[in-house]
């Protein structure tokens, strides 16, 4: 059974910074591509940034230049550096992996909360 973990939320100060990790663990295999997503309340949920195999990044323009996504494919572990937190960034943070087929359904962790404060 795959599973994913995300570890590193907590309650910061607007400006301050946090690192977010993933691990993903099980029967995991070909992994094509993991992201971030977050979901604050009352919103739907939207992705932050994803990596894809070949190291290429996207991010939602919100955190671009603020946040970055990084991977260690050894470890199947990944991470996400948030810089500058502004309080529109709290929400729950979810780490999502693409592996396997095409027809593979994205495996989902269970969030961790980021909460800024002003």
């Known amino acids: 059974q795959v599973r994913l973990v995300e570890s590193g939320g907590g309650s910061v100060q607007a400006g301050g910074s946090l690192q977010l990790s993933c691990a993903a663990s099980?029967?995991?295999?070909?992994?094509?591509?993991m992201g971030w997503y977050r979901q604050a309340p009352g919103k739907e949920r939207e992705l932050v940034s994803r990596i894809n195999l070949d190291g290429t990044t996207t991010y939602t323009d919100s955190v671009k230049g603020r946040f970055t996504i990084s991977q260690d494919n050894a470890k199947n572990k990944l991470y996400l550096q948030i810089n500058s937190l502004k309080t529109e960034d709290t929400a729950v943070y979810y780490c999502a992996v693409d592996y396997g087929t095409v027809t593979t359904p994205r495996i989902w962790g269970r969030g961790t909360q980021v909460t800024v404060s002003s």
């Open positions: 099980g029967s995991i295999y070909n992994i094509r591509r």
